[in-house]
């Protein structure tokens, strides 16, 4: 059975910085497409970062430069750095896999930056 469990999320003030930790079971994070949504208020959830087995990474515009996602295969553990946050990261933060042809997600952790 697959598990992602998020944790690190918090309360930070522009320009600060916090670092997301995904610990996955069931599936590797190194074998498969993982990656971190992140969903605003009234808003749809958004792909932030993604990362394959190879390293490759893709980052939407609004965090490149800042976000920086990374996988310990050691750990079997997806991390999303970011730095320099602003107001409008703010949200819920979830972990997700595509693996074995599904979608899998976290329970998601909030993400506040103060102004």
């Known amino acids: 059975q697959v598990h992602l469990a998020e944790s690190g999320g918090g309360l930070v003030q522009a320009g600060g910085s916090l670092r997301l930790s995904c610990a996955a079971s069931?599936?590797?994070?190194?074998?498969?497409?993982m990656g971190w949504y992140r969903q605003a208020p009234g808003k749809q959830r958004e792909l932030v970062a993604s990362?394959?087995?190879?390293?490759?990474?893709n980052y939407v515009d609004s965090v490149n430069g800042r976000f920086t996602i990374s996988i310990d295969a050691a750990e079997n553990t997806l991390y999303l750095q970011m730095s320099m946050l602003k107001p409008e990261d703010t949200g819920v933060y979830y972990c997700?896999?595509?693996?074995?042809?599904?979608?899998?997600w976290g329970q998601g952790t909030q993400v506040t930056v103060s102004s």
């Open positions: 990362i394959t087995g190879p390293g490759r990474t």
């Open positions: 997700h896999a595509a693996a074995n042809w599904r979608n899998y």
């Open positions: 069931g599936i590797r994070v190194n074998s498969n497409v």
